[in-house]
């Protein structure tokens, strides 16, 4: 036996996981990431996190179809424990998804049968000894069943002075925790998640959701007594849907409300931990859409990270320990790998997600890829501190995806740790473990890995952290360069009072200098005639009006000086006084013309009032004046936006005031306009500046209005002339 | 105003009292005249708004077969020709294959082999009581006529009708509604004649046997609708929507053996016996892909295969034995395939459990006709109107019938006898040569498309595109790579145009100076040339990207829904939704046959390109309802040929995306070809049919290895399928892409990737290259225990690809040879090897 060719080349893969088998060429869902960018709220691509392994389908299998089936719980053993609502059972299958076995009675409770369910809407099953927990709605108790499905114990409705006489108790999901505390819950309860003792006794609430007051809600409770609010609707709580307690002692809820917190991480004293303020919506997706999401549940994997489940579009989000999005995927529908009416999410030891549906009655269970495995492990490994090792991962993840920023954040963390640890005894092991591998970048200084920390920032279009690591960088600066830095300042200053005394001197000697005209005059002229209605406001606008010293020129380059000077400030504002916005979205040319509409309307409103107002001023001098008004902003802000290079996030209020400074010397300006060019009392002057900006803002709504309905009117025409043409 | 006043008094003064006068009459008459013309041309305007045909759409008939008249009747055979009402099972046709047999009674066709007497029916045979095995039910109360079940599943015809020419959209089976049917003898067959007394509508369905095929027509002269009453409004009366013929034939149970062969994607199979959710809608999939004008969607599908090729196969063993994998043994295989009204077929399959019924059926229905969205208002309800003109003409469907009790049947057979069909077709079609072997042997390795620049989402400085690659880097990447070692590479320039990817297509098709001077273009187009390199450039040319521009208008260049909207194209967002941001619209293909055609094939031709990638002529077929050029789907494919012809007769090579079967006949190369199938769930496996018909006629490139989320997985499957591979690269880092449209890649930098590309390139070519213009003759799986695949070309060679992770040792039947597998990888076992 004899080959011609026999050729063998196994595909080495570089990765360090290997692939399942079951995979298809292209996922039938969108894989992304939430974007954690200052600037955009939006998505990014990533490769499939997940894979369909396989969709389990309970039609064929022993037990027979699933009916509306609500929860499900996977064990350490990887058994399925599924809670068939509609069947009034509770159905067990092996890690293989083959049936074992099912608790279920022909039996009814009422008639003292206690193993029988009715409507069970939550399962957990307890590690220690396998006891089966069940949340048996419709028989309004928490019943424990043994490992094998017998009977153990009935935890009727619990009593309690804190309970209302009417108390309504229908548990819908029910959880445990290490210290053997039962929770539960309860069907439309807005006092928080039932605390049972675990022989089923009432303990307390935990973690009651707060009122979400809308601000009229608000404003009427500031305003309205109690007895005015009587007949009003009463705003309760949001109830709890899910709950899932984590070996580590959290309890993670999801709530019904579809505005934060729709999930929520609770310590053992009832607080939120890490997910209270967090918006969960996907505004990739509601910024197109009218529907909100509806988290139905949670649940941790191995890694502590939390999977959460959106019914409304069948979305799985992944978020770490720290609230880090990690991965966002799956859709709703009915093809292969898509969800059809989500329910309930779990996951296994071995990494494996599964999403019960209830609509279809079958269990979609999704499989980690490489990729979500190396996202896993480098996560991981950074928060365990052993950053070396994560940095390899993290790069590896960016190799296979451009845009994971959690990446390029986590990265430049470590470089920033790495930095600070310059010049001390770990410099080389990064502060790890002395597991880790050697440190490539060990021979960089404290400020080289300041600025390679701060440019993994910059790509991830994150501000806080690149501010963090420019402080560092400033301050390594100042350091290093304090002594120059001063002696330039001293020269400077020596310079200055040097040149000004040479110049006073020679003014004494020979008398103030000739005056010359040439392009130089012309230029200095114009910004001196700006410079000086900027510090001399009352004279300078008077001399527009009655002296003609100002003029069409003059407007035209103040005006086009402070438009570019606008758009310029648009650039040279830092990176993170930006925002993170990126340059590329800025548009100049509208930059430019929304500049000049201020001066526009306030001119025209401001010639329109002072003619009733038997101002003075001719509309060449309103306008002329209101172009000299931007004297400030012309000359100031594009300094300022150059300031912010040296600025971080902490020295905000600086920029904010030097800001704030200018507007208002702007404002001074207008004023002075109005009353040297009118020739108006400072007194008048300040009334018909309030009418001025009160006929702004008439302007503005009388322009949405003219707006809005004419879209409307060219709308209704539209409409008008299809049925018409469609009627022919 | 004083000083003026005066004047013109003083001017009065001077003008004669009987002037004044006149002038005082004129005015008079004047402000009594004008005001009424003003009425009466307003009163004009809305009158003809109100009663002209503004959107009157007038459909050439071109494409729209409609010459075949009902065969003649055969009058030797009962009365006049015309068939007894009580007869029992009749012979109505028989050769040296086939005898076909009807019932009149039962609605039941049996055609039998005549050679192994196997029989097949046109709905399944009730499983009685009489000989049930323990436990068996049997579903004889299913077929009783009485019960809409029994209706449903006798019908030898379907149709899809609606009274009022806007409610419902029915699709019954005829004997569901009241109708006198006629049946006369034809020559090899019968026709049925249905009279449809509530629709008021009759057609005829020929039913024949020739060779060792049956075969159906439905000739359009024979489909008489009611005309429109005086009182009536044209399209509310009863009105046609579609036709299936015999779609319960082939009908199995979930009990059975074997599959349907569906070509969705490279192509599926359904198994019978593998238990499903049953509360799904059934498959339904128009050939050629879906038409935006038509099917409007809230959310974007994700891997939604196109169906490329207009047939479907049946494989089943009658003896049920065998495993529900593709190694079913089988002795019996139906295939079918449109030779007529291809082009407004949709493929259905329904499963178990839809309608209440135990069947799995897949079938071709007809659609002559589509339901269009009507919204009057904003706030108001949309309702579904039916459009008036029937866009197809005759239909012909073959379904070739193979039985043999020694030979097994797969769905390489039924592959094989598509391909056979399909070149038959292009033949008679297009008049257009095709054999075997008429692909490439010399065809480049890899296909690496180099993506240039979109435009930003907004903003820019002085230019709003960013680019990625320039045409420097173009050489300097090639240079690299062929040093590398991967010379042999195809290049595809993506968004090379004016203002990028996203160009505006109706303006004048020319290189963005971003990427360099248009002499640098040249000169790269020549470089390319001159060494001998496939340097393609990529053309879209029917997705407007923007507002019309260059002379077009929406009125005149954009297609139209039969609603008189627009339609858009919408681009999908990284989260799965629809962005309504970009004015994207889909150009009528006349328009750009009558005004771009011409003009971008010359501007081509003088920049130096020699070979093409056409986008949308191999993957996106729509109707077009604007007045000023209205095309049916077959019309458009018709254009789409003729343009493919007027550039096949300038360039080189041309190149289309997924290959739909229409264009296959036209161009060397097919790139994005799928290597799988759709997440449908009926659908159960992915096979390489779509290779199968077509390696060795046309060279074919898979996706893009660096897009999709297993890229090992999908390198094995490119060999599995003989597919060259593909790779989309940038020479900037991808993250630049953020803020344009372009934001669907996630690894696309060069620098990264080279190192893998020529590892790919150097496995293509030794797993793919050497065999891509032989036939692809065999696919099987090796063991049923193990995802090991062998697939077999024309020159005896096998290649083996292993999907599985460990250590595997798997033995093939075909030639005892013990093969292993250390984990994925492939081994090839050229002829000659034993």
């Known amino acids: 036996m004899k080959f011609k060719k026999f050729t063998a080349l196994v595909l080495m893969f570089s990765m360090i996981f290997s692939m399942g088998t079951a995979v298809f060429a292209e996922e039938p869902y969108p894989s992304y990431i939430l974007n954690t960018s200052d600037y955009d709220t939006y998505s990014k691509p990533i490769p499939a996190p997940y894979t369909t392994l396989t969709v389990i389908d309970f039609n064929s299998k022993e037990a027979g179809k699933l009916s509306n089936p609500e929860d499900m719980f996977i064990d350490d053993e990887g058994k399925i424990y599924v809670a068939d609502t509609g069947n009034n059972r509770i159905v067990v299958y092996d890690s293989d998804y083959s049936f074992l076995f099912e608790i279920s009675s022909t039996g009814l409770y009422s008639e003292g049968d206690l193993s029988a369910l009715k409507e069970p809407k939550g399962v957990y099953v307890n590690p220690d000894d396998g006891a089966i927990i069940v949340a048996d709605s419709g028989n309004s108790r928490i019943v424990e069943f043994t490992k094998y499905g017998n009977l153990r114990y009935s935890y009727p409705k619990p009593e309690d002075e804190l309970l209302a006489a009417d108390f309504s108790y229908q548990p819908i999901k029910v959880t445990k925790d290490t210290r053997g505390f039962m929770y539960v819950a309860n069907n439309g309860d ?30 009427s409770r500031m305003l309205w007594s109690r007895e005015d609010r009587l007949g009003t609707v009463v705003t309760l709580p949001y109830t709890f849907t899910n709950i899932y307690s984590s070996d580590d002692g959290y309890m993670y809820a999801t709530t019904t409300t579809e505005t934060p917190p729709q999930v929520r991480k609770i310590n053992i004293g ?89 609509s279809s009655g079958n269990i979609t269970v999704y499989e980690p890829t490489e990729f979500a495995n190396l996202v896993h492990e480098a996560n991981s490994l950074y928060t365990a501190g052993r950053y070396e090792e994560s940095m390899v991962l993290w790069e590896q993840v960016l190799e296979r995806s451009n845009y994971y920023t959690l990446a390029l954040i986590n990265m430049g963390d470590i470089l920033m740790r790495e930095a600070s640890l310059i010049n001390t005894e770990t410099a080389n092991t990064s502060g790890g473990s002395g597991t880790e591998a050697e440190n490539p970048r060990a021979d960089l200084t ?151 509409i201020p001066w526009i309307v306030v001119c025209v409103v401001n010639y329109g009032v002072t003619t009733i107002m038997y101002g003075e001023g001719r509309f060449r001098d309103v306008i002329i004046g209101g172009a000299y008004c931007h004297g400030p902003l012309m000359f100031l802000i594009l300094p300022v936006s150059l300031l912010t290079h040296v600025l971080t996030n902490n020295e905000a209020s600086i920029y904010s005031i030097l800001e704030m400074l200018i507007y208002l010397w702007t404002v001074l300006l207008v004023y002075f306009c109005m009353k040297g060019v009118h020739g108006f009392h400072p007194v008048k002057a300040f009334v018909v500046f309030i009418l001025t900006a009160l006929g702004v803002a008439a302007v503005a709504l009388l322009f949405f209005i003219v707006y809005g309905l004419a879209v409307q009117m060219f709308d209704f025409i539209a409409q008008f002339v299809k049925e018409l043409i469609y009627l022919a | ?194 009279e449809m007394k509530e629709l008021e509508l009759e057609f005829s369905v020929e039913i024949t046997i020739e060779d060792n095929e049956l075969v159906y027509r439905v000739p359009v002269n024979g489909i008489i609708e009611r005309e429109t009453y005086e009182w009536e409004e044209e399209d509310r009366r009863p009105l046609l929507m579609s036709i299936s013929v015999l779609p319960y034939l082939g009908a199995h149970r979930s009990t059975q053996k074997g599959y349907f062969v569906v070509p969705d ?61 593709i190694n079913v043994s089988a002795n019996s295989m139906m295939t079918s395939f449109i030779v007529e009204g291809d082009a407004d077929a949709d493929l259905k399959i329904s499963n178990p459990g839809i309608r209440s019924l135990p069947f799995y059926a897949i079938y071709f229905q007809y659609n002559y006709r589509n339901f269009y969205k009507l919204q009057i208002s904003n706030s108001g309800t949309q309702y579904d109107m039916v459009v008036k003109d029937m866009q197809i003409g005759d239909v012909e469907q073959r379904i070739r019938i193979d039985t043999s009790e020694n030979e097994t049947y797969s769905y390489v057979n039924v592959a094989k006898i598509v391909q056979n069909k399909l070149i038959d077709q292009w033949n008679a079609r ?208 018709n254009r789409y040929v003729q343009w493919l012809r007027s550039y096949g007769e300038k360039f080189d090579k041309l190149a289309v995306y997924n290959g739909n079967a229409y264009a296959v006949p036209f161009v060397d190369t097919i790139v994005d070809m799928p290597v799988g199938t759709s997440s449908q769930i009926v659908l159960d496996d992915d096979i390489p049919f779509m290779q199968l018909v077509y390696h060795g006629i046309v060279n074919y490139y898979s996706l893009p290895v660096n897009s999709q989320p297993y890229e090992e997985f999908y390198t094995l499957k490119s060999i599995e399928y003989g597919s060259l591979m593909s790779y989309e690269i940038t020479e900037q880092e991808t993250s630049e892409l953020f803020y344009t449209y372009y934001d669907s890649l996630y690894r696309s930098e060069y620098n990264n990737l080279k190192e893998e590309i020529v590892e790919r390139y150097n496995i293509t070519n030794e797993a793919v290259k050497p065999f891509a213009s032989l036939e692809m003759t065999d696919h099987y799986r090796v063991d049923d225990d193990y995802d090991v695949f062998c697939t077999e070309y024309s020159d005896g060679t096998k290649v083996y690809v292993c999907y599985e992770t460990g250590n595997v040792s798997v033995t093939d039947s075909t030639n005892g040879r013990t093969i292993s597998f250390d984990g994925n990888g492939y081994q090839i076992l050229q002829k000659g090897g034993e």
């Open chain 1, 190 to 219: 807005s006092n928080g998640i039932m605390q049972l003792s675990s022989n089923g006794e009432f303990i307390s609430y935990y973690g009651t959701n707060k009122v979400n007051l809308s601000f009229w809600e608000s404003l």
């Open chain 1, 270 to 358: 009832g607080s939120d931990v890490i997910y209270a303020a967090y918006d969960f919506r996907d505004m990739s997706i509601n910024g197109y859409s009218q529907y909100n999401q509806v988290f139905c549940d949670v649940t941790v994997d191995k890694y502590n990270n939390m999977l959460i489940v959106d019914r409304m579009f069948g979305r799985i989000y992944e978020y770490d320990e720290r609230g880090n999005n990690l991965f966002a995927f799956s859709t709703r529908g009915t093809g292969y790998g898509q969800l059809s009416y989500p329910i309930s999410i779990e996951t296994d030891n071995r990494g494996r997600v599964y999403v019960l549906n209830r």
């Open chain 1, 446 to 596: 404290e400020a080289e890995l300041y600025d390679m920390a701060i440019d993994y920032f910059y790509e991830a279009e994150n501000t806080e952290h690149a501010s963090e690591a420019f402080e560092e960088i400033r301050s390594i600066f100042l350091r290093n360069h304090f002594t120059t830095i001063v002696i330039v300042v001293v020269v400077l200053l020596l310079v200055w009072v040097a040149w000004t005394s040479i110049k006073r001197a020679r003014r004494r000697k020979y008398g103030p200098p000739k005056e010359r005209h040439n392009a130089w005059t012309v230029i200095t002229g114009f910004f001196k005639r700006v410079g000086g209605v900027m510090r001399h406001p009352i004279d300078g606008f008077e001399g527009i009006r009655y002296e003609n010293q100002g003029s069409y020129l003059d407007m035209f380059f103040i005006m086009l000086l402070y438009g570019l000077m606008t758009v310029a400030g648009r650039y040279a504002v830092s990176f993170i006084y930006r925002g993170g916005t990126p340059l590329s979205v800025i548009r100049p040319v509208s930059v430019f013309f929304y500049s000049l």
């Open chain 2, 1 to 194: 105003m004083l000083k003026k006043k005066d004047k013109n008094q003083d001017v009065n003064k001077d003008i004669p009292a009987y002037e004044n006068t006149k002038r005082a009459k004129v005015a008079k008459v004047v402000k009594i005249v004008v005001p009424i013309v003003l009425v009466l041309v307003l009163a004009f305007i809305i009158f003809e708004v109100a009663t002209s045909d503004g959107h009157k759409v007038v459909f050439k008939k071109d494409g729209l077969e409609s010459s075949r008249q009902l065969a003649a009747t055969d009058t030797s055979k009962g009365i006049n020709g015309q068939m007894l009402q009580d007869q029992g099972m009749t012979l109505v046709a028989e050769n040296d294959f086939l005898k076909l047999s009807f019932s009149n009674k039962e609605n039941l066709f049996i055609i039998e082999d005549k050679i192994n007497g196997e029989v097949f029916r046109s709905y399944p045979e009730p499983i009685y009581e009489q000989g049930l095995e323990e436990g068996g039910a049997s579903d004889v109360a299913a077929y009783d006529l009485s019960t809409e079940t029994g209706q449903f599943i006798t019908s030898p015809v379907f149709v899809g009708y609606t009274k009022s020419g806007m409610d419902g959209g029915f699709v019954l089976g005829v004997n569901q509604m009241p109708h006198v049917k006629t049946v006369y003898f034809i020559e090899n067959g019968i026709r049925l004649h249905y």
């Open chain 2, 265 to 325: 994607g490279s192509g599926a199979l359904t198994y019978f016996d593998v238990p499903r959710i049953t509360n799904y809608n059934e498959y339904s999939k128009h050939v050629y892909g879906t038409d935006q004008t038509f099917d409007t969607s809230e959310n974007p599908s994700y891997n939604d295969q196109i169906v490329s090729i207009g047939a479907y196969g049946i494989v089943e063993n009658m003896d049920g034995d065998g495993e529900n994998n």
């Open chain 2, 430 to 637: 297009y008049g257009e040569s095709v054999s075997l072997g008429s692909a490439n042997a010399d065809v480049p390795v890899m296909n690496v498309k180099m993506f240039m620049g979109a435009e930003n989402i907004s903003g820019g400085v002085l230019n709003q595109l960013t680019v990625m690659t320039d045409y420097e880097d173009v050489q300097n990447i090639y240079n690299e790579l062929s040093e590398m070692g991967a010379p042999e590479i195809r290049i595809s320039l993506l968004g090379w145009q004016n203002d990028g990817y996203f160009w505006n297509s109706t303006t004048k098709l020319k290189p963005d100076s971003s990427y360099g001077s248009k002499g640098d273009f040249k000169d790269l187009l020549k470089w390319a040339k001159d060494k001998g390199i496939e340097l393609s450039l990529d053309n879209n040319l029917l997705i407007v990207y923007g507002e019309p521009k260059n002379g077009a208008t929406l009125r005149n260049s954009i297609v139209k829904s039969a609603n008189t909207f627009y339609v858009n194209y919408w681009r999908r967002s990284t989260s799965g939704m629809f962005l309504a941001d970009g004015e994207y619209y889909i150009m009528s293909p006349d328009y750009f046959e009558q005004e771009l055609l011409e003009d971008a094939i010359e501007r081509l031709t003088d920049y130096g390109a020699s070979n093409v990638d056409l986008q949308q002529l191999g993957n996106m077929v729509y109707s077009d309802y604007n007045e000023e050029h209205p095309l049916h789907r077959i019309q458009s494919i």
